[in-house]
């Protein structure tokens, strides 16, 4: 069973840092588009980050030079380093992992999201 399990958030203070992890579990050919997304009541959901398998980058304009985000290809894993963190910032963070399964089939993986809160 292919699942993803995301970590690292919590309460912190505005300015503070907070890195979010997410790891694919389970068997499949491979793991392609790495993504966090982030949504607050009564909002869509919006992407904040996205990671390419080669390493490219792409960051919404409200995380450009706060947020980096980084993965490890051999571990399945992606981070969300998020520093100089806004209220703005309070949110469900959301890790989606595209896949190629072990049927050769595209498909989508959401973690179950996890909670930031920025707050003094």
């Known amino acids: 069973q292919v699942q993803v399990v995301e970590s690292g958030g919590g309460l912190v203070q505005p300015g503070g840092s907070l890195r979010l992890s997410c790891v694919l579990s389970?068997?499949?050919?491979?793991?392609?588009?790495m993504s966090w997304y982030r949504q607050v009541p009564g909002n869509e959901r919006e992407l904040v980050a996205h990671?390419?398998?080669?390493?490219?980058?792409h960051y919404e304009d409200s995380a450009k030079g706060r947020f980096t985000i980084s993965r490890d290809n051999a571990k399945n894993l992606a981070n969300l380093q998020m520093n100089n963190l806004k209220p703005e910032d309070t949110a469900v963070y959301y890790c989606q992992v595209g896949v190629r399964s072990l049927s050769a089939v595209w498909e989508i993986y959401w973690g179950q999201g996890i909670q930031v809160t920025v707050s003094s």
């Open positions: 389970g068997r499949v050919l491979s793991v392609h588009d």
């Open positions: 990671i390419r398998r080669e390493g490219d980058t």
